[in-house]
């Protein structure tokens, strides 16, 4: 499996889920995500006709950016605190496919960042949709994983 992790706005590249994801997928692309730089999000799309994930995750802004990609590519999507509205900048350059790509939301309660009230619009589009009680913006690497065994690798705890 091609997995793509795109990291959030104040996050860096690499880290202990992109480890986690390295272990089980056949291939990771991570990138070191430049939201500021207009043509970011043309240039993923590119990279990602070429190279043809099998899936997307990403974390807040990168689940913004996960989201429109999945929505050009039919590819499916899990989005961590998904920045798909309250964004703190708007990164140019970033547009929505017409694709029916399945989304998969994960939803901290305790979201300070991200108002998980406001993401709840997207209930009905989602594929699965999980709230996790307690969990603020920035996801632990235990609810990563438990997320991603049970919708990837169809595990239950």
């Known amino acids: 499996?091609?997995?793509?992790?795109?990291?959030?706005?104040?996050?860096?590249?690499?880290?202990?889920?992109?480890?986690?994801?390295?272990?089980?997928?056949?291939?990771?692309?991570?990138?070191?995500?430049?939201?500021?730089?207009?043509n970011m999000f043309r240039a993923l799309l590119a990279t990602a006709k070429i190279d043809k994930p099998d899936l997307i995750i990403g974390s807040s802004m990168g689940g913004y950016f996960a989201d429109a990609l999945g929505s050009h590519l039919d590819v499916e999507v899990i989005l961590f605190n998904p920045a798909l509205h309250s964004r703190s900048m708007e990164p140019e350059g970033v547009t929505y496919g017409e694709t029916n790509w399945e989304r998969?939301?994960?939803?901290g309660t305790d979201d300070k960042v991200i108002d998980p009230k406001a993401t709840r619009v997207y209930k009905d589009l989602a594929k699965s949709w999980t709230e996790v009680e307690?969990?603020?913006?920035?996801?632990?690497?235990?609810?990563?994983?438990?997320?991603?065994?049970?919708?990837?690798?169809?595990?239950t705890p």
């Open 104 to 107: 998969n939301f994960v939803v």
């Open 134 to 155: 307690g969990m603020g913006h920035r996801t632990d690497l235990n609810t990563f994983k438990a997320i991603y065994n049970k919708l990837v690798l169809n595990e």
């Open 1 to 38: 499996m091609n997995v793509w992790y795109l990291h959030g706005l104040e996050s860096s590249v690499g880290g202990p889920k992109v480890d986690f994801l390295r272990t089980l997928a056949e291939d990771v692309f991570a990138p070191k995500m430049d939201y500021n730089n207009p």
